[in-house]
């Protein structure tokens, strides 16, 4: 999924995605200044710990939802998790 923010004239995308080779979660932050982030976990409860972290300090910071979330095709587990 695409998040997409904004705060002033700044502007952020959040991709998250499931890497079904090595079987991790992976967050890419993406700045409009062109520095890109990417994060990866082993586990679903540490990957849901760290949106929930970055969601309260997105909050702080004041930026804010520009528009719907996008759902890509890709990026999905191949197969049910369980939860750790």
């Known amino acids: 999924m695409v998040w997409f923010f904004e705060r002033n004239q700044e502007s952020m995308r959040l991709i998250t995605a499931y890497d079904n080779d090595t079987k991790e979660f992976v967050a890419t932050v993406m700045w409009s200044h062109g520095r890109d982030d990417q994060t990866r976990f082993a586990s ?4 849901r710990n760290w949106l929930k972290s ?6 702080r910071e004041h930026w804010r939802s520009s528009g719907p979330p996008v759902l890509l095709p890709d990026g999905w587990p191949d197969e049910r998790l369980e939860r750790s």
């Open 44 to 47: 679903l409860d540490a990957f």
């Open 54 to 59: 970055l969601e309260d300090s997105l909050a």
